[in-house]
């Protein structure tokens, strides 16, 4: 390290020599012009690394309330599985930490031989894993983001709103056993607490057999360091679980002998039945099978009769998708869509299917099948399995969490294409 920023010193100084300025030096340098090739060629000033000049922008849709800060990943213009880390979508719950990785620790504490503290040298010095795995808020597809109510400009319900509170990256870092094994878990301990060193000092607690199993605590994104919208510099990640387990900004772990119910998890994030007096559940973990067709999807349009490719994602917190279903008849009846590879466990599964729309009005909608055989829900079977009825979907106790129905796109004459879950 030392040894690299002296070098550098020492070009800067031998450049300012040569007479170049040094502004000259660090632009070249920040944005990585690149020589032509050919002579007499104009100069290349593409900036290494950006987007193509011609590009789309990238589109990304915001909403702000007043507690929270959610990004939505455009899931309309995704192709394969992987989001970009530029895309992926944040849900955080006070602003977001600057935290200096030469300075940053986390510790392990509570029921454990030995207490440590781990820095990033320590992390990357550590056996490591990287998991291509989905990562989607339990308040994701809840009936608020099927409204325009309250975003900005009255944007319309597309599916970037319904569904784009989530993503799916590859994840690295270090498996959680490897630093249980270090600290050394004591027999009575059966429960584990993340705490993030955001402002709100955000809490979730797990059961040890599932950090043991397959959570890390994470430090890169796609190949590259954690985005600091997504806990920079490291995270706990807990695969298949709602993402909300998943602490950013990691501070410290707390090893216990029982289920602790946090703020965040208990008060904030709990599910109310409306059919228990509004009671909760205590704990949602696992996301269960889940699919959308990401286009054509609510917002675009169909410019005329022929083929279209419908597309979309598909994913179980359980284990891998074993198909995906389609309806072109609002749910009258089901073809398969073709799989493409890879298909990874916990993780989405992009499906595809050839449709030639003839010009009527139609409803469109997917359905997944995991390969513990549970099927994704219609929004009534839902409804049904968890004692909520029509009038549940408007009461702020029990709507904005864990939903999985199946996503109905209304197509009309015209090629318009609308939302109608709630319809
Ligand atoms: N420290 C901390 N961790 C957090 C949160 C937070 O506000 N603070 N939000 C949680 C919630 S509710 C979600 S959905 C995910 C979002 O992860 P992302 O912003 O990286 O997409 O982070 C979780 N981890
Ligand atoms: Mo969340």
Not at 49 to 73: C, D, M, N
Not at 278 to 294: A, G, L
Not at 381 to 397: A, F, H, I, Q, V
Not at 401 to 409: D, E, F, K, V
Request: net charge positive; proline share 7%.
């Amino acid at each position: 390290m030392d040894s690299n920023r002296s070098d550098r010193r020492r070009f800067l100084r031998s450049a300012a020599l040569a007479g170049l300025a040094v502004g000259a030096e660090r632009s070249a340098g920040a944005q990585g012009l690149t020589d032509t090739s050919a002579p007499g060629a104009p100069p290349n000033t593409h900036a290494h690394g950006q987007l193509a000049p011609h590009a789309a922008p990238e589109g990304r849709g915001v909403t702000k309330s007043i507690t929270h800060t959610t990004y939505y990943t455009p899931l309309a213009d995704s192709v394969g599985i992987i989001t970009p880390s530029s895309l992926h979508f944040m849900q955080s719950h006070s602003r977001l930490p600057e935290i200096d990785p030469a300075k940053y620790s986390f510790i392990i504490h509570g029921l454990v031989e030995r207490p440590l503290a781990f820095n990033m040298d320590d992390l990357k010095r550590l056996p490591s894993v990287s998991k291509i795995r989905f990562l989607e808020c339990l308040g994701n597809t809840s009936p608020r983001r099927h409204e325009t109510e309250g975003k900005p400009n009255s944007t319309p319900v597309t599916v970037q709103f319904t569904h784009g509170i989530m993503s799916c990256n590859e994840w690295g870092g270090v498996p959680l056993s490897v630093l249980l094994k270090e600290v050394g878990v004591k027999k009575e301990a059966t429960w584990l607490v993340a705490e993030g060193g955001d402002g709100s000092k955000y809490t979730y607690a797990i059961p040890l057999t599932k950090a043991l199993d397959d959570c890390m605590v994470a430090y890169m994104q796609n190949g590259e360091p954690l985005r600091q919208e997504q806990g920079f510099p490291a995270r706990l990640f807990v695969p298949g679980f709602g993402a909300n387990h998943s602490v950013k900004w990691l501070r410290r772990l707390m090893i216990v002998d029982e289920p602790y119910l946090t703020w965040d998890q208990s008060v904030h994030h709990a599910a109310a039945r409306a059919d228990l007096g509004y009671k909760s559940r205590w704990f949602n973990f696992v996301w269960p099978p889940k699919s959308v067709i990401t286009r054509p999807s609510a917002g675009l349009k169909l410019n005329a009769p022929g083929y279209y490719e419908i597309t979309g994602l598909a994913w179980s917190g359980w284990g891998k998708v074993r198909k995906v279903d389609i309806s072109l008849d609002g749910g009258k009846s089901w073809k398969e869509a073709k799989l493409q590879d890879p298909i990874l466990p916990m993780a989405h599964t992009r499906f595809n299917f050839d449709w030639t729309w003839t010009g009527e009005d139609t409803v469109i909608m997917s359905r997944c099948t995991d390969d513990q055989g549970e099927v994704q829900p219609t929004l009534a079977e839902l409804n049904r399995n968890w004692g909520r009825t029509e009038k549940d979907r408007l009461e702020p106790r029990s709507n904005t969490h864990y939903w999985n129905a199946i996503q109905p796109w209304k197509i009309a004459k015209d090629g318009s294409i609308t939302d109608v879950l709630f319809a």
